[in-house]
């Protein structure tokens, strides 16, 4: 059984946005920091944003002032808001928590 499971993208237009969550379900899930990653064809993943425990956000520069993360630990979920989307936002988007990953969501930035 995934632990994570992920909800949200799909097709965009530039300067669009969209929504993207996680829900988990580990009983300790605040006691672990969360985060989004992308992953390009060919390439490794690399994380875009990430929240501590205490609700302490860190961006990548690409998505710095366009990208919020934030975590419900009552609904336990880590949420990705990304707005004002660029063409090379299009990825695979997989949350992370702990040693869990979700399954992976495309999100597609085009006309």
């Known amino acids: 059984q995934r632990q994570l499971v992920e909800s949200g993208g799909g097709l965009v237009q530039p300067g669009g946005s969209l929504r993207l969550s996680c829900r988990s379900s580990r009983d300790d899930f605040s006691d672990f920091s969360g985060a989004w990653y992308r992953q390009y064809p060919g390439k490794q993943r690399e994380r875009v944003a990430l929240?501590?425990?205490?609700?302490?956000?860190v961006y990548d520069d690409s998505v710095k002032g366009r990208f919020t993360i934030t975590r419900d630990d009552v609904k336990r979920t880590i949420d990705l808001q990304m707005n004002n989307h660029q063409r090379e936002d299009t990825a695979i988007y997989y949350c992370?928590?702990?040693?869990?990953w979700g399954q992976g969501t495309q999100v597609t930035v085009s006309e």
């Open positions: 992370n928590h702990f040693i869990s």
């Open positions: 929240v501590y425990t205490d609700g302490t956000t």
